[in-house]
């Protein structure tokens, strides 16, 4: 005679129990990357940065990446960008570009994009960004 088998279940007592995958590919197209970066750079844009932001961006991508790479969850690009985004921030410039560039960086290494793009890709999105500016459009 067969027997019933008691269906196995499991309890999830903490969500922190649940660790974040360490730089899981996103599908996502270099456009809407750039697309992305250029939003992030326009907010930047307002107060004359981004500039700047990306001088360091490319000069930190021909020195040390490694220091930006972090253990990301998100499973789209926009939640990757808000899991990126820094709480709160700087007020004293140097640590705000250093904000910018760490968000650039670590969004770019977290899809998996090679150093030789990830150059090209911070000047793209600059100049997308001063198209926005320039058009007077508001980014969300």
């Known amino acids: 005679m067969l027997q019933a088998q008691r ?74 960008v808000k899991e990126l985004h820094p709480k709160d921030y700087s007020t004293f410039v140097p640590d705000l570009i250093n904000q910018y560039v760490e968000l650039l960086l670590g969004l770019m290494l977290a899809l998996g994009r090679e150093p030789p793009l990830m150059y090209k890709a911070v000047g793209a999105a600059l100049f997308r960004a001063r198209q926005l500016e320039g058009l007077g459009l508001d980014v969300k």
Do not use: C, W
């Open 7 to 80: 269906p196995v279940t499991t309890k999830v007592t903490e969500m922190a129990s649940i660790k974040p995958r360490s730089n899981a590919r996103i599908l996502v197209s270099d456009e809407a990357l750039i697309e992305a970066m250029a939003q992030i750079l326009h907010g930047a844009e307002r107060v004359k940065l981004s500039e700047v932001i990306v001088e360091q961006a490319r000069f930190q991508i021909q020195r040390d990446l490694e220091q930006y790479r972090r253990p990301t969850a998100a499973r789209t690009l926009n939640g990757l």
